[in-house]
DNA sequence: TAAACACATGAACAATTATTCATATGAAAG
DNA sequence: CTTTCATATGAATAATTGTTCATGTGTTTA
């Protein structure tokens, strides 16, 4: 049990991770925009994409050739808020 | 800032911080305390305590020779509480 | 069907990090 | 003052993990 909450937080533990979050925060994106955004490989994103889909923390769904993701449910931005509220204190 | 919030997620991150945390969050505790419960050398107990207290996520006092460690604030219990909402759902 | 585009993924490397072992510090008891 | 108890810490080791590189899969367009 709090093995599991450890492996849920150390998701939100990396600064990739946490950026890639922040921008499908704001709404959904695909996996070169999010690379463009954060400047950074599509591969490194789309592994750590891979992560977050596999906790389902993130969803996504094709349109044609490009894969938009979006974050899972609401719980996840009120994780990050929170710990932004932590930080900013 | 982003990345800060990475470096405080880290810290939940990882079982035996994590398992410490909730043990503190049931009241204040001894090193020693700590290592029993959790099955731990003392070493491996005050390593990890010593990053908790560096980002001021637990306190501690001196009571003679032992010193007992306690959640720094609310703001950690919540974030814990949080974390354990989400997986239970 | 072939080429182009968007994304996924396996293997390898580099960097980070949790634990152990040995030892140091600091307080109390004798 | 010396010993003992509780804790802290430096160095070393082992394990985990993020990124890169090369390549594979799936979809659209020519």
Redesign the pocket.
């Known amino acids: 049990m709090l093995c599991d909450l450890a492996e849920l937080f ?1 998701l939100f ?5 946490c950026k890639i979050l922040y921008v499908l925060s704001e709404g959904e994106c ?4 999010i ?1 463009d955004v954060l400047s ?12 977050l ?1 596999q906790s389902r923390l993130v969803r ?1 769904h ?8 979006a974050l899972a449910d609401e719980h996840v931005q009120t994780i990050l808020k929170m710990g932004m509220d932590h930080i900013s204190e």
């Open positions: 150390k533990g990396d600064s990739t991770r695909s996996v070169s925009d690379a950074m490989t599509q591969s490194a994103i789309s592994h750590q994409l891979r992560l889909r996504c094709r349109i044609g050739k490009t894969m938009l993701y």
